[in-house]
Each structure stands twice: as structure tokens, then as C-alpha cells.
């Protein structure tokens, strides 16, 4: 049998080979009653991709060269001072032909009746208005352990820290959201969070219940969360089968 001949019968949708033809490519359903599809197809992956690393390697006849580029100066520093001095005069420009409206001095004997700080900052100041959330303890009397400000300044503390140890937690090397559905959906429902908080810092101008844009604030990132959960990880087995297809079309088997 001639190289050609075994290298087309290779080329199998029943298991016995890498790439399936366009006229025996396995449905859906089929995939997912295989019990060792997609485990053998990954295998064969990652073992084929190690060995033609390892031939180009022993192949290779690669001599470094030195590698001709623009120098520093002056071209790319002519150029980069070029830019940011037109950007610097654009932000002069605008900043003389359009002066900023200054309003009236505040009075420091009122107190405006709505207060909100930046818009990147919406979402720290919903924290602090968790008010409802702080419980009321029948030990002292049926007071509150702390004052409200006091618990959305430790709210505030308990996100950003949460954050902060997302990357330590977790740890693997999948750099699409699908090969990582519960991450993926942690992070959709963090991402809601803080467009539902921004919308609740304002609770003063929404037009609509407040209770009911309270339960919204935590109800909607469960949600979304759980959502994004459930159509990544369906779409998860169908990926990684169509991912290595294309690999094995792409670079075919020696």
C-alpha cells in the first residue's frame, strides 16, 4: 500500500483516525454518545503536535542572523515624539477654544439631594449603600453590629479582595472562555455585578421600586451567570472536536 493510499485510510470519522472527510463528519449527537471520541482525539492531538516539534527541531537547519529593524534614534524616537507632541497641542487647543463651564461655589451649610462621585466610581458607591443587608442582632437589643457606612466601606473591602485573589485561584492555561465554562461564568456574573451595583448607587433616580431594583442587584449576576455557564459548557465537547479537526486539516499527519 502506497504512503498516499495509508495516509487517506488514516483519515477516519469512526475512531480509528484523526480527520474526519466532509462526507463522514459525525453529527452532534454522535459525538456525544462516544464514549472515547473526544479523549482518543485529544490524545492523538497533543502526542502529534509533541513529535513535530521534536522533527523540526532534529530537522532544523536554522542559522541566527542578525535581524535588520529601524533604530532607536532617530527613527522611532522622531516618531513617537511627533505623535504625542500633535496630541499634547490637540488637548491645548481644545482645552482654550473650550473652556469648562465653572458653576457657582458650593454651599457648604446644604447638602445637595443627590450625591454620586465619578461614573467608574458608581460601583464602589452602591457598596455603601447595602444598608439593608447589615443584620440587626436580637442579642443587643435588636441594634446593628456596626453602622451602615462601616459595612460598605467591609463590602468594598470584600470585593476588591475577592479580585484581587481570582488570579491565584485560578490557575490553568485555557485562554478561551468556553475551555473554562465556571470562570467564564464567574466572570460574566462579576461583570453584571458591577453594572447592576453602578445602577443601584443611583437608586434615587431609577424609575422604579426600590426593593425591587435591591433584588435585581444580586438576583440578574446569578443569572447571567449561571446562563453563560450552561451554553459554554454545552458548547464545550463540540469546540475541542472542531478545534482539533481543524488543527489536523490545517497540518496533516506525517
Keep these: 500500500m502506497t504512503d498516499e493510499n495509508t495516509s487517506t485510510d488514516d483519515v477516519r470519522a469512526d475512531g480509528s483516525g484523526i480527520v474526519a472527510p466532509d462526507d463522514e463528519t459525525p453529527t452532534w449527537r454522535e459525538r456525544k454518545e462516544r464514549t472515547q471520541g473526544l479523549s482518543q482525539l485529544t490524545y492523538e492531538y497533543f502526542e502529534r503536535s509533541r513529535r513535530e516539534d521534536q522533527d523540526l527541531r532534529q530537522e532544523s537547519d536554522y542559522v541566527e542572523r542578525d535581524v535588520l529593524a529601524f533604530p532607536t534614534w532617530p527613527h522611532e524616537i522622531i516618531r513617537n515624539l511627533a505623535i504625542a507632541s500633535f496630541f499634547v497641542g490637540m488637548l491645548l487647543f481644545l482645552s482654550a477654544t473650550l473652556p469648562p463651564h465653572i458653576g457657582d461655589p458650593a454651599n457648604p451649610s446644604s447638602t445637595p439631594a443627590i450625591i454620586l462621585p465619578d461614573w467608574y466610581l458608581y460601583w464602589s458607591f452602591g457598596l455603601l449603600k447595602l444598608g439593608p443587608l447589615n443584620p440587626e442582632l436580637s442579642i443587643l437589643g435588636g441594634q446593628k453590629l456596626m453602622s451602615d457606612r462601616m459595612y460598605g466601606v467591609l463590602a468594598n473591602v470584600v470585593v476588591v479582595g475577592f479580585i484581587a485573589i481570582v488570579p491565584f485561584l485560578n490557575k490553568g492555561s485555557a485562554r478561551r472562555p468556553v475551555e473554562q465554562p465556571f470562570w467564564a461564568a464567574i466572570g460574566v456574573g462579576g461583570v453584571i455585578f458591577a453594572l447592576t451595583i453602578s445602577v443601584y448607587s ?20 446569578i443569572v447571567g451567570g449561571f446562563i453563560t455557564w450552561a451554553v459554554l459548557k454545552t458548547m464545550r465537547e ?9 488543527y489536523y486539516r490545517l497540518r496533516p499527519p506525517k
Design 202 to 221: 443611583a437608586k434615587n433616580l431609577l424609575p422604579m421600586n426600590v426593593n425591587l431594583a435591591f433584588d435585581l442587584t444580586f438576583l440578574l449576576p
Design 238 to 246: 463540540g469546540y475541542m472536536y472542531d478545534l482539533n479537526r481543524r
